[in-house]
Each structure stands twice: as structure tokens, then as C-alpha cells.
């Protein structure tokens, strides 16, 4: 993932998140929908504004356990996708 810069934020109108920068093929992320573009809003209910907060709060899980996460895709539907880590 990567930070959202100020005019992307614009363009597809959120205030925060982290833009998806790869998604493998067939993995987990790819098969709940998550595709490379999407904004990850939020994890486990909670904000996310960078990186860095997204790794924080995944730090906290182990491998098997979902997380939920609220994403707005290229198109500008908004998602709740449960992915499992490590899966």
C-alpha cells in the first residue's frame, strides 16, 4: 500500500486511506475483490490515514485470523471485505 496524495484524495473524494499498490494474483486480497487502485479506508472499524497505520494495527493479528476492511473501489462502490492474513 501506499499514501494517498492530496489530489487523489480529490479525485475520489475520501479525506483518508491507503491506495492498494499490489495485489498477487489469486491470493486472498485478489479473491475477496480487493484489486491494485482500491482505497483502504478502514481495518477493524478503525480509521486508516497511512502505511504506517495500516501496519500497526495488522501487527496485532496472526497468520489465519480476517481482518475486516472497509474499501472504495476504482468505480467509487464502497465494500466491507472480510481477508483472512496469511491466507
Known amino acids: 500500500v501506499r499514501s494517498l496524495a492530496s489530489d487523489e484524495k480529490k479525485e475520489r473524494s475520501v479525506e483518508r486511506g491507503v491506495v492498494v499498490s499490489h495485489v498477487e494474483a489469486f491470493g486472498e486480497a485478489y479473491e475477496r475483490g480487493i484489486r491494485e487502485g482500491d482505497v ?4 477493524d472499524k478503525k480509521a486508516i490515514r497511512s502505511p504506517k497505520d ?20 476504482s468505480r467509487g462502490q464502497l465494500a466491507f471485505v472480510a481477508v483472512q492474513l496469511g491466507g
Open 54 to 73: 495500516l501496519r500497526d494495527l495488522l501487527e496485532k493479528y496472526k497468520q489465519g485470523d480476517a481482518v475486516l476492511l472497509r474499501v472504495k473501489n
Open 40 to 43: 483502504i479506508l478502514e481495518a
